[in-house]
């Protein structure tokens, strides 16, 4: 797509209908690409269709960087998470129909487009606090409108508006999930296992995934939510050089490592590597409010 017609793109109107106003929680309207409130606060459409609602400043370092960005949109070009888009899309499905699918921390919308494409009336929310991911995210998908928030402050979305919050490596803030969610809707969770891209940490320095994270996911949202499925999703790759440059890049060591010890690292990687790729998708219901 070129820069040119980027201009076409905006929010759907269901997504409009589901966000609230991020300054007084009033319902919000667009008009001439901008989103405003009946006490006049008024957030303009960025060129490339996604809305940055925020009025506060977010912490430095929350966001994804361009580098990392960039790194992700090619990685996940290369289909070596197809398995995992898939199981997500298939967890989302039977919940979505013509509802909302919120999708917290949606970075790129890869995920969430493949959801859309298996809920063929749903409409998706992209909520991040990266402008950079978003706008790819805003043009990832026709049924897709993605806004730009801190996942940690009280959510710009109008209550039991969503019928899945869908949240893959992303933030978890179990009270707004709730909030948002409908009775009958559903949380999807992707997590990384301990043994995700294991060769990748022995060999350039990563952060290796906590062993115990699962337990602290249920212990994070068990006050909201209870687990009714888990799908491991595990295959062995072969990556290239190229595509481990990428996936070092894209991911959370991106923050940590030094550029040198990082590219020097990286350098003595010539030949395809066995990689270990390997998530848990949780599909969680609500709790009785
Ligand atoms: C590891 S990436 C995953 C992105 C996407 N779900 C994917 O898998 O392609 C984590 C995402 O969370 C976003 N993020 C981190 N902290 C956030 C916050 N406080 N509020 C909103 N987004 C946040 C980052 O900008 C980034 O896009
Ligand atoms: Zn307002």
């Known amino acids: 797509m070129t820069s040119t017609d980027s201009g076409k793109h905006s929010l759907p109107p269901s997504v409009v209908d589901a966000l609230r106003c991020s300054v007084c929680s009033n319902p919000v309207d667009l008009v001439d690409r901008t989103v405003r409130c009946e006490n006049g606060h008024s957030f303009d459409l960025a060129r490339h269709g996604y809305v940055n609602l925020l009025h506060a400043k977010t912490p430095a370092g929350t966001a994804d960087t361009p580098d990392m960005v960039a790194a992700r949109v090619e990685f996940l070009d290369g289909g070596l998470y197809t398995p995992l888009a898939t199981e997500i899309a298939r967890s989302v499905m039977p919940f ?37 991911a978003l706008r790819r995210a805003a043009r990832a998908h026709p049924r897709l409108g993605a806004a730009v928030w801190n996942l940690w402050e009280p959510w710009p979305v109008k209550s039991v508006s969503a019928s899945v919050v869908l949240n893959v490596f992303a933030p978890r803030n179990g009270a707004e999930f709730r909030r948002v969610l409908r009775d009958d809707g559903a949380l999807v969770v992707a997590t990384p296992n301990p043994a995700h891209l294991s060769e990748l940490a022995a060999l350039v ?47 959370p060591s991106a923050h940590h490592l030094h550029r040198e010890d990082r590219q020097g690292l990286l350098a003595r990687i010539v030949e395809p590597v066995a990689v270990t790729t390997s998530f848990t998708v949780s599909v969680y219901r609500p709790a009785p409010r």
């Open 205 to 251: 320095d990563m952060v290796k995934v906590d062993d115990r994270k699962e337990e602290r996911l249920d212990a994070t949202l068990s006050a909201f939510f209870e687990l009714e499925g888990r799908q491991d999703v595990t295959r062995e790759v072969s990556m290239t050089p190229e595509q481990v440059r990428q996936v070092v890049r894209m991911g």
């Open 96 to 132: 979505a129909g013509d509802g909302l699918v919120v999708d917290a921390g949606a970075g790129t919308g890869y995920y969430l487009a493949r959801a859309l494409d298996a809920a063929p009336e749903a409409t998706g929310l992209a909520l991040d606090v990266s402008a950079v």
